[in-house]
């Protein structure tokens, strides 16, 4: 829809292909600022240190859809994260969260303690600190290759959004899909290009791309990772998968969000050397995030 939305903006005059990307996902920062690639995607967590204050909307507990993460996000980063300096080399188009991360299992899950010991994959980012609290052993690798390391005993489980049941087929080696009200965590993602590239375009069509980025591509971007996760849950069930959903009162949940209690704490404090107002850019997430679930 962006796509071709870009080029209804510009007239024809911005032609967009999608090309195969076939490197580690955290070097498309890379290729991108260095015009390998004139725009692209990726997982901020994959650089630890550079995009520390997208973390916001890594919290766990903070969201319960893609859209309103997404949109809070974007308006937060306008507020108080834009002169922070952390997209210098690189224009940003837009920012979003995928659905709130769930747990992937080829194992039960009634209490906390049946967490520890289990081999997970990660993305990294605040969920490093779920995964300590829980006592479960962290592997960090891309999400792609969860059905792989799954397949293989790498790994226990993996903590991704619903929809990888159908779209990495995790449904195929998934015996338990839990799902937590507000998930166990979210994952901070950018649109970005490169900023000669875009110097280079005229005026009218710099102005053209910004109208359709921004908030709006942040709401696209999230609402397609919203409407992917229904998908993702029809297809667990289809495929036999024990599908818990759990309710804000069941003890599990409760268990867990006291586990999680202070982790917001832990991200402000990680976004200390930022020069930005974080206790006031976690209560202004907070309260986006409210305003867009109302």
Do not use: C
Not at 107 to 131: C, I, P, T
């Amino acid at each position: 829809m962006y796509l071709t939305t870009t080029e209804e903006a510009t007239e024809g005059r911005v032609d967009v292909v999608i090309e195969n990307f076939t490197g580690h996902p955290k070097s498309i920062f890379d290729a991108v600022e260095d015009g390998v690639y004139d725009a692209g995607f990726s997982v901020n967590a994959y650089i630890p240190g550079r995009f520390s204050l997208t973390g916001v909307a890594e919290i766990p507990g903070e969201i319960s859809g893609a859209e309103s993460g997404s949109v809070a996000l974007w308006k937060t980063y306008e507020e108080y994260f834009a002169d922070a300096g952390e997209y210098d080399g690189l224009k940003l188009l837009g920012l979003f969260v995928h659905g709130p991360g769930q747990l992937h299992a080829k194992f039960s899950v009634n209490d906390l303690s049946d967490f520890e010991g289990k081999k997970v994959r990660l993305g990294g980012g605040m969920v490093n600190v779920l995964a300590e609290r829980l006592h479960v052993t962290p592997v960090g690798a891309p999400a792609p290759k969860s059905y792989e390391m799954m397949q293989q005993g790498v790994v226990d489980a993996t903590f991704l959004p619903v929809q990888e049941q159908k779209f990495f087929r995790l449904s195929e080696l998934s015996s338990d899909l839990v799902l937590f009200p507000k998930g166990l965590y979210t994952t901070a993602m950018s649109i970005i290009m490169n900023e000669d590239f875009f110097a280079d375009l005229s005026e009218e069509d710099q102005a053209a791309i910004m109208s359709v980025s921004g908030e709006k591509l942040s709401r696209l971007a999230g609402a397609a990772w919203g409407a992917a996760d229904d998908a993702g849950i029809l297809e667990a069930k289809e495929k036999g998968v024990n599908v818990v959903f759990l309710s804000p009162g069941d003890k599990l949940v409760q268990d867990m969000n006291k586990l999680t209690a202070g982790i917001d704490d832990i991200w402000m404090e990680s976004v200390a050397d930022r020069d930005v107002d974080a206790k006031a850019a976690l209560a202004a997430f907070r309260k986006h995030v409210a305003e867009e679930t109302k």
